[in-house]
């Protein structure tokens, strides 16, 4: 009789997963209607207006907010992509290792464009 | 108290066929939901930053910028991306309203389906028609 092994890359936390890509969707569709609604209201968005914009404090924060939303959903849904169709362990780790490396990464990118500029 | 059944799971029958099967139209919105994620994920979510940041850097790379978007190429990529983010968004949309329990019959299920497919489109078709 053989027992059935804990699995490496499952899925170990269901709920809090669901609830968090729920959440942080809801944080993306805010901020998408909000860029619209300005693209809309200014009838477009020129260098000066876009530039402005991002020179704003709470614009930075919220677009910060918005990339660690994304990141963590995307985290969410890549995963259940990878544990859906990629069976054997390893090579789901490694998708998964480096799935979670490029966020990581766009996260970085993101600092380094709100906050690096001269 | 039961004794839990600890005997591995009857093989199931498998009808996997993708070119056989037929995906109900509630089906199709939610492959789409998962393929638009994956594009988005992949492909438009290091492009976005790229354009991002060109767009901040200076007036110059600005322009030069919506110079290289012009290009009926990167348009139709483009328009690939928005057609991806609109799908996700409106499918996303129905599965908050159907976890609360908003619509969650087979009936207007099915009917929201074939909404976020037939929305997401013409959504798509109309930024299309603004950016050519």
Do not use: E, I, K, L
């Given at each position: 009789m053989t027992r059935t092994l804990r699995q490496?890359?499952?899925?170990?936390y269901g709920w809090r997963d669901w609830l968090a890509q729920r959440v942080t969707a809801v944080v993306m569709a805010a901020y998408t209607v909000v860029v619209l609604g300005i693209a809309l209201w200014n009838g477009g968005i020129d260098y000066a207006l876009w530039k402005a914009l991002f020179a704003s404090g709470v614009w930075k924060v919220a677009t910060f907010v918005f990339m660690l939303a994304l990141a963590w959903h995307a985290w969410i849904g890549v995963r259940d992509i990878w544990m859906d169709y990629i069976k054997p362990v390893g090579v789901r780790l490694t998708l998964e290792v480096l799935s979670i490396l490029a966020l990581a990464a766009y996260i970085g990118w993101t600092i380094q464009i709100l906050w690096g500029g001269k | 108290m039961s004794v839990p059944d600890?005997?591995?799971?009857k093989p199931r029958p498998m009808y996997l066929n993708l070119v056989a099967i037929r995906l109900p139209i509630a089906g199709i919105a939610s492959i789409f939901h998962r393929v638009s994620g994956a594009v988005l994920f992949l492909f438009a979510l290091p492009l976005l930053l790229l354009t991002v940041q060109a767009s901040l850097a200076s007036p110059e790379s600005f322009a030069a910028l919506k110079a290289a978007l012009a290009h009926p190429l990167a348009k139709l990529v483009t328009i690939g991306f928005v057609w991806a983010y609109l799908h996700h968004f409106c499918a996303g949309i129905r599965y908050l309203l159907i976890d609360l329990h908003?619509?969650?019959d087979l009936a207007p299920a099915q009917r929201s389906g074939a909404a976020v497919i037939a929305v997401s489109l013409a959504l798509t078709l109309i930024a299309g028609v603004r950016l050519w």
């Open positions: 490496a890359v499952g899925a170990h | 600890n005997s591995p799971p908003v619509g969650d």
